[in-house]
């Protein structure tokens, strides 16, 4: 695109209708938007007339949202492009481990292709970020790492991502922390790990050892907890306290959670106040069954919350495919989001928390200054693009069309 375009016609929500106190409809308005070097410097109602000279893209009414964050995903796991294979049974997580670590190097199609095929899925739905965790461990070292950074150099300019460095095996039990740290001064962001308990076997040490590397290396955390009960939520206890102790209130995050569904009574409200005075936040891929935390709750508890689709067929699911508008529409199912207003506000887990309109019904997105960044979809409003998980038609990164097209001058640009 030019360093200078309108993008036509473009419809944006601009209120909430209301009934009887309650809100049922969203209020929308076709409108210009003047983008400059990759910024939004101006938004004008369709009537007004616009530069003959300066060159246009024609959005033909389709609703603009902001555009997406992947908040938990593997490029280096998945499977897409290979040929079809289902999983094999593992009777535990460490079973899991040795199949996987056999299976990858065999692919006939290379981790980057595969990798690359994510990605472009991933842009199509919608989504200009992605966190990606990759796999340290012994036999491969920083390989993986190296092979995903070249995947994601490929969509330089097209979206931006963040590198967990993770040690799936177990950071004590392989003894990963110097590899984690090495991951950390060639492009990795955050440092990751799994279940301090069930894996390394000690949780206390484990933890502290995760915060010690985060403070070494000035660098976020990102934790997979798929510990149940007592010993879960002793864990996230424990990730909480340390948060504040190592001031990384705002950069330290829990995925999956899954101990979060076993919390009751004071308990609950104890370890819900301690995840939001910390600022930790709960990344959760919407399992079906009764591993789901309670992420409505979590969230009016203000506690962060964010939707990551997590395993896109790899040697842990068959399953997922890489839509997270799709992730978020099983999330609003699965806590009975149904009215218009729980709906639109839902947006804000796979945004980063940003929403067209704020609770009160308030324009917040877009605004002068900001990024265009978005993503242009066949709905009526952001409630009915949730639940009927629209089709997207362009993704936007910067004021450049990155997926999908749109009409300039009667031809499609791509």
């Not at 056999?102 to 981790?111: G, K, S, W, Y």
Request: proline share 4%; glycine share 8%.
């Amino acid at each position: 695109m030019d360093s200078k375009q309108w993008l036509m016609n473009v419809l944006l929500e601009t209120g909430f209708h209301y009934e009887n106190g309650h809100v049922v409809a969203t209020k929308t308005e076709l409108v210009h938007l003047l983008i400059e070097e990759g910024k939004i410097t101006k938004m004008t109602p369709q009537s007004t007339k616009i530069e003959a000279d300066v060159p246009k893209q024609d959005a033909n009414g389709l609703l603009a949202l902001p555009s997406f964050v992947e908040k938990h995903c593997h490029l280096d796991k998945t499977l897409l492009g290979d040929k079809w294979t289902a999983n094999i049974p593992a009777p535990s997580i460490f079973d899991r481990f040795e199949i996987e670590k056999e299976r990858l190097p065999q692919l006939e199609v290379p981790m980057e292709e595969r990798a690359s095929i994510l990605i472009n899925t991933m842009l199509k739905s919608g989504v200009t970020h992605i966190r990606t965790h990759v796999d340290l461990y012994p036999e491969v070292g920083l390989n993986y790492l190296e092979t995903i950074k070249k995947a994601l150099a490929r969509y330089e300019g097209k979206l931006t991502h963040e590198i967990v460095a993770f040690p799936q095996h177990g950071l004590l039990r392989t003894n990963a922390s110097e590899i984690v740290k090495e991951a950390l001064t060639k492009g990795a962001t955050l440092v990751g790990g799994v279940d301090p308990a069930s894996v390394d076997g000690d949780m206390e040490k484990s933890v502290k050892e995760l915060f010690n590397l985060a403070n070494l290396t000035n660098s976020g955390i990102d934790l997979h907890l798929h510990d149940r009960g007592e010993v879960g939520l002793t864990t996230i206890k424990e990730v909480a306290r340390l948060t504040v102790e190592y001031q990384l209130q705002g950069r330290v995050a829990i995925s999956h959670a899954f101990a979060l569904a076993d919390m009751v009574g004071e308990e609950a409200k104890e370890i819900m106040l301690m995840l939001a005075e910390a600022k930790v936040a709960i990344i959760s891929s919407v399992p079906l069954g009764d591993r789901v935390p309670p992420l409505p709750t979590l969230d009016e508890h203000q506690v962060e919350v964010a939707i990551g689709c997590d395993n896109i067929y790899d040697s842990w699911s068959p399953f997922g495919n890489g839509d997270i508008l799709e992730r978020l529409g099983r999330f609003a199912q699965r806590f009975n989001y149904v009215t218009e207003q729980k709906l639109a506000t839902s947006l804000k887990f796979i945004t980063n928390g940003v929403t067209p309109l704020n609770e009160q019904g308030e324009q917040v997105w877009p605004a002068i200054g900001m990024d265009a960044n978005m993503v242009l979809v066949s709905a009526s409003c952001s409630a009915e693009a949730v639940a009927r998980r629209s089709e997207r038609h362009a993704t936007i990164f910067k004021g450049n069309i990155v997926a999908g097209c749109l009409s300039t001058k009667g031809e499609e640009t791509r």
